[in-house]
């Protein structure tokens, strides 16, 4: 380092800064030191690297060592309201704490709060750091001078712009689901849920649903439940008519919906979550393991603070985590056929989406 800063004319200092993306050093002068480096086959030396990430994690939290957790759910911490991003922010606090950063909330849903206020406040506070948590509506757009910040976002909500991000691997999700409802047994499946939820997965409980339709041709995967009027009457409405044998579903309504029908669970049909845990339910399913998705974010976020690296990604990277299957009391094995079990209803289709 010493040699690239005679031959750069510059202090040793700023030769570490440069190579470091430090933003203190213009873009110019970060790149001709950078030049000189690769010319002279400088190499940052892995072990020290390390050594020095240590250091900064066992240190005391400064006050200044804070990342923001961005949130657009109302009365600036509405996110409570949902269980799993409730637990994406505890997740979130304790790997934070463990590096020695903290974790500072703002609600763009307060009144007065806009994306050029947040963007002042962050920056006179000194945040580069920032994670957006999951919106409650899909498809949102966060237009906020990204050069400043270095961000990630949890899930598949924000749409716009494309952040590095950090969600549940939500394609095994289903299919982990549908191998366990299959190892029962079971041989007409249906999925049930929103549209929105849809488009929140990016697709991929839709597509893992189709797929397995195609893969296992000796089972009945009865057209799907997508729809906007996500309530009882669309449901029963489906349910009726396509009488599956097990309902997969993220909505915990189902199962009170399948109750006013007077079927018994796991009785009369079976009933899976892909978002459960055993401190909300007894229900069988998956565990997203939300925890550690958001402990995933600040590691995320940390990693672009120690290299400088701000700005929206040009190669945005995504991180997914693997749930666990929970056994629960809403499915059993299908070896002795259930008593006072409906028959069930041909639809004729073997795939496609049910339209309420």
Known sequence: MEIVAQKAGVSRSTVSRALRNHPAIPNRTRQRIKNIADRLGYRPNPFVAVLMSRLKAVRKPDATARIALVSKFPFGTGWKDNPSVTRMVEGAFVQAHNLGYQLETFSLAEAGMTLERLSRILCCRGIQGVII????KSGAEMKLDWSKFSPVALGYSLA??????????????????LDHVIRLGYRRIGLAMRSDTDIRVDHTWRSGYLLYGDMFPDIDFVPMLLTL????????????????EVVVTDDMQAQEWLTDLNYRIPGDVGLTLLDCTRARCACAGIDQQHEIVGAMAVDLVVEQLQKNETGVPLHPKFIT??????????????????RN????????????????
């Open 341 to 356: 079990k409906p028959a069930a209803k041909r639809s004729g289709r073997k795939s496609g989406s049910f339209v309420g």
């Open 160 to 177: 716009e712009p494309q952040l590095h991000r950090v969600c549940n691997h939500l394609a095994h999700t289903m299919t982990k689901t």
């Open 229 to 244: 009027k996500w309530n009882k009457q669309t449901f029963h409405n489906w349910f009726l008519e396509m009488r599956p």
């Open 321 to 338: 985590i693997e749930g666990s299957w929970i056994d629960g009391i809403t499915l059993v094995s299908q070896d002795k056929p259930p």
């Open 133 to 136: 948590l999951p919106t409650p």
